[in-house]
């Protein structure tokens, strides 16, 4: 399983950015894709899953009514779309893979596999 974060970039305070990760390998439309974003000396916060199978979805309350995650079929990837944004997203951004399908989970530590980060800057 590969995945690759992309779309980070530097924005003003409000703004829009999508983060695209695209997937690849076997199995993952059973995965759980989940975001998370770290700042630097903290761990890695969630932010947003969702469940390939099933399209059930679950937000951090910090990114909820801003935030949105879908993932496409056809594309084999998933993208989150940040709107509203504020100084305080700004983070390194990540996507990752869970196996066990049924629970959208908030703990990196359940997270199988991550891509390499993308960063988003939300300027003042």
């Known amino acids: 399983v590969q995945l690759q974060a992309s779309g980070g970039g530097l924005v003003q305070a409000g703004g829009s950015l999508r983060l695209s990760c695209a997937t690849s390998?076997?199995?993952?439309?059973?995965?759980?894709m989940g975001w998370f974003r770290q700042t630097p000396g903290k761990g890695r916060e969630f932010v947003a899953a969702?469940?390939?199978?099933?399209?059930?979805?679950h937000y951090a309350d910090a990114v909820k009514g801003r935030f949105t995650v879908v993932r496409d079929n056809a594309k084999d990837a998933v993208y989150l779309q940040m709107n509203g944004l504020k100084p305080e997203d700004t983070a390194v951004y990540y996507c990752a893979a869970d196996r066990t399908y049924a629970v959208l989970s908030a703990s990196p530590e359940d997270y199988d596999y991550w891509g390499q980060g993308t960063q988003v800057t939300v300027s003042s």
């Open positions: 390998g076997e199995g993952l439309r059973s995965y759980v």
């Open positions: 969702i469940s390939w199978r099933f399209g059930s979805t």
